[in-house]
């Protein structure tokens, strides 16, 4: 089954609204989250990594302040579209690595779209 | 900083034929490779991955893929296709290096995916 859940799978929302998508590593204590973007028939592009209990390190390009991502605790990893724009719509993945599983797993992902 | 190139963004092959997808690879440190399947609207499933020791990797669905440092390859190969690989595939390349307690890979460069189709 799956270690790594991604909630929601998809959301639709109207422009100038916040969606959050919640990561959830289910039976490992994740250390590090990655948040990974995929716009239609591209790859995937990594947006922040975040390690829990401090602030998520952004790749170039990735506004910040409209992609609020947290990592409150070693299971769970947020993150916030917010002010969400048409272009903003596209498929978030995330995942999660921990000291005690030497792997990578990926969440299912979340697909945005953004009216 | 770490890159990968899939050459050919579609492939497609008969069922029962050779799969070969090509991958080429940069990196500044001894690279760990990984090749991810992915089916439309789902997340990413590991089909095999490279860090040290043997070369040539076995993964999950009969595929599996040749670490070639002199040529900077990583090409995944089947040697019979189904129909229910049809999909889209991703080669990828970490560059963090082992963790102080143990293995951990970390973020990765994925390469522009490949599409294969199999037809009958």
């Known amino acids: 089954g799956a270690v790594v859940s991604q909630h929601p799978s998809w959301v639709i929302c109207k422009s100038g609204t916040s969606v959050k998508i919640e990561c959830r590593s289910l039976d490992f204590q994740a250390t590090t989250m990655f948040w990974y973007r995929q716009f239609p028939k591209q790859s995937l592009m990594l947006m922040a990594t975040s390690n829990e209990g401090s602030k998520a390190t952004y790749e170039q390009g990735v506004e910040k302040d409209k992609f609020l991502i947290n990592h409150a605790s070693l299971t769970l990893s947020t993150l916030t579209v917010t002010s969400a724009h048409p272009e903003d719509s596209s498929f978030y993945i995330c995942?999660?690595?921990?000291?005690?599983?030497?792997?990578?797993?990926f969440g299912e992902g979340s697909r945005l779209t953004v009216l | 900083a770490q890159s990968v190139t899939q050459l050919g963004s579609h492939v497609s092959v008969s069922e029962g034929a050779l799969v070969l997808l090509r991958c080429n690879y940069s990196s500044s440190v001894p690279p760990y490779l990984f090749w991810y399947v992915q089916y439309p609207n789902q997340g990413l499933q590991l089909l095999l991955k490279y860090t040290t020791g043997a070369t040539l990797v076995k993964g999950i669905n009969g595929f599996e893929a040749e670490f070639k440092k002199s040529e900077t390859s990583f090409h995944l190969t089947k040697p019979s296709a189904h129909m229910s690989d049809a999909a889209e595939y991703f080669c990828?390349?970490?560059?963090?290096?082992?963790?102080?307690?143990?293995?951990?890979?970390?973020?990765?460069?994925f390469g522009q995916g490949t599409i294969l189709t199999v037809h009958p």
């Open positions: 995942t999660c690595t921990g000291t005690n599983t030497g792997e990578l797993f």
């Open positions: 990828a390349v970490s560059d963090t290096p082992r963790n102080a307690g143990g293995t951990s890979y970390g973020k990765l460069t």
